[in-house]
C-alpha cells in the first residue's frame, strides 16, 4: 500500500512517536509525505519515505495530486485545528479528495491507529482491487 504523511507543526512530534511505535507496520508499506514531516520520520526511524515539498511550498498538492490518481491508499495528516495556517486550501483540498476517492484518512493519532490496525489485519485490501495499478515512485 502506499501511505502519505503529513502534519501541521503543532502535531509533528506526535507523528513521529506514532511511526516510531508502528515502525514495524510501516515499513511494509510504501511511504511518502511532505518535506518537514517526512524527514523527521525518516530521521527518527530510519524508514524510507518519498520526499516531497515541504506542504506551504506546494507538497500538500504534492499528495493531493496524487490522490487525485488514486494512487495513495491510506492518508495520515495529523492536524492542530487550534491555528489557522496559511495553506489551509490546499488541506482542504486533500481531505476533498479523499472522500472522492474513498481513501482511507486519519487527522488524529486515535483514528490512525484504528486504520493502522486495520491495515495490519487485511481490512484495507480492497484498496488493492480499486488501486491494482503501480505507482512508478511509490511501488
Ligand atoms: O503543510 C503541512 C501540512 O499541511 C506539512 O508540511 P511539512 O511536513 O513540510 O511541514
Known amino acids: 500500500m502506499n501511505i502519505a504523511v503529513t502534519a501541521h ?11 516510531i511505535a508502528y515502525c514495524g507496520v510501516l515499513s511494509r508499506h510504501n511511504l511518502c509525505g511532505t518535506g ?6 525518516s530521521e527518527a526511524t530510519g524508514l524510507q519515505i518519498v520526499r516531497f515539498l515541504s506542504g506551504g511550498q506546494g507538497g500538500d498538492q504534492q499528495v493531493a ?8 491508499d491510506l492518508l495520515l495528516f495529523f492536524r ?26 486519519a487527522t488524529n493519532i486515535a483514528t490512525a491507529e484504528a486504520l493502522i490496525h486495520a491495515l495490519e489485519r487485511g481490512d484495507l485490501d480492497w484498496r488493492n482491487i480499486v488501486n491494482p495499478k503501480t505507482m512508478g515512485m511509490l511501488r
Open 36 to 41: 518537514t514531516t517526512a524527514k523527521m520520520v
Open 65 to 72: 495530486a496524487r490522490i487525485a490518481c488514486n494512487e495513495i
Open 80 to 105: 492542530d485545528p487550534l491555528t489557522v495556517k496559511p495553506n489551509d486550501i490546499d488541506e482542504a483540498q486533500l481531505l476533498r479528495l479523499c472522500d472522492v476517492h474513498n481513501i482511507p484518512v
Open 9 to 19: 507543526d503543532a502535531k509533528k512530534e506526535l507523528m513521529v512517536q506514532f511511526c
